[in-house]
């Protein structure tokens, strides 16, 4: 906690001066050809390389989107991998450009630390896991355990309020990064892992027998994720905005990566507005006004990359939910273009 606690003092300090230093972030990503994408360690799904060093992912898609409006070349991204510790220092310092890091919306974070957040990319809360072979069936059945958490996150706070809340004890086992939190858990220092519900899945599907894991019903906290720029720049947060947007509206348009070229002829006005046939709603951003083209093109929609990250045909198995648009009953949302 101390730990934690000492990050963010210093990327809050790092905050201050970040008006003056961030004012042309747009120009300095032009000028050296890419975007620097801060991302995890390796969470299947969210932002993980694979043996050729490639990533992929939710997050990291969205990285490949900013990059897409920006560059047309979804591959102009170099990613850095961050700690929970690290991950507002570097963003904070200038070491990244955007982080999209499996990182929680909280009010401190939005208000201490001269970063913004740009939307919710996943809606998320945290749970827990445990083994098949404990018969623990509830949450509520975990008092006196031992749990594996990683630090400098809101897991900590959130185990702590919620095991106090049922007057429950436990005992922290904690690790400074997630690949330690995970091989500890399956080596059995710990009896319950806890994390973000999504994050359980995703490193479930790694075990040898992830059947073998059960993650409990409770969902015990609001865990929005989502990406994240340094403050002060609005014309590059209004970038990484709007790049969440158009995700979100292509997918309520139906427009697709396969069939972005043929709704360029749409006879629907919101259509030609993402697409940059009407309107100019580039240049207000300092990019080209294809920039929502270049994006579905090169990237495709929201639920394009959901379905192929982390949806219910991948090995984490992910219904949409929250994450379903507002017309399907979730409750992702874009302002319109226009």
């Not at 070491?95 to 929680?104: F, G, K, M, P, Y």
């Not at 909280?106 to 990319?121: A, E, H, W, Y």
């Not at 919101?270 to 709603?281: H, N, Y």
Request: glycine content about 10%.
């Amino acid at each position: 906690m101390q730990k934690a606690l000492v990050s963010i003092a210093i990327a809050a300090s790092l905050g201050l001066g970040a008006t003056a230093a961030n004012a042309a972030i747009l120009d300095d990503v032009k000028a050296k050809g890419y975007v620097q994408c801060g991302v995890t360690g390796g969470v299947p799904g969210f932002s993980a390389p694979d043996s050729n060093n490639v990533w992929t992912g939710l997050e990291v898609d969205y990285c490949r989107a900013l990059a897409a409006a920006i560059f047309k070349d979804a591959d102009a991204v170099r990613y850095t991998s961050l700690t929970s510790q690290e991950r507002f220092t570097a963003l904070s310092a200038g070491e990244i450009d955007v982080l999209s890091r499996t990182t929680t919306w909280t009010m401190s974070r939005d208000t201490q630390l001269g970063i913004s957040f740009v939307g919710t990319m996943f809606y998320d809360g945290q749970g827990f896991m445990v083994r098949k072979e404990d018969g623990i069936e509830s949450a509520l059945d975990l008092s006196g355990a031992a749990i594996c958490i990683e630090s400098g996150t809101t897991t900590e706070l959130n185990a702590a309020d919620y095991f106090a809340a049922n007057g429950m004890e436990f005992n922290t086992v904690v690790f400074v990064d997630q690949d330690e939190v995970v091989k500890a858990y399956e080596d059995g220092r710990c009896d319950v892992y806890t994390t973000d519900s999504s994050a359980l899945a995703a490193e479930r599907s790694k075990f040898a027998n992830p059947a073998d894991h059960v993650i409990l019903p409770e969902i015990i906290s609001k865990e929005p994720l989502g990406p994240v720029v340094r403050a002060g720049d609005t014309q590059w947060f209004n970038i990484a905005r709007w790049t969440y947007f158009a995700l979100l509206e292509a997918e309520e348009l139906g427009v697709t990566s396969a069939n972005v070229d043929e709704m360029l002829g749409s006879d629907n006005p919101a259509i030609k507005r993402l697409l940059g046939v009407e309107g100019e709603f580039g240049a207000p951003l300092g990019i080209d006004n294809d920039w929502a083209y270049q994006i579905i093109k090169l990237v495709g929609n929201y639920a394009e990359s959901y379905e192929r990250n982390v949806g219910p045909d991948t090995p984490i198995g992910l219904e949409r939910g929250l994450n379903a648009l507002w017309k399907d009953g979730g409750i992702q949302y874009a302002p319109p273009i226009r």
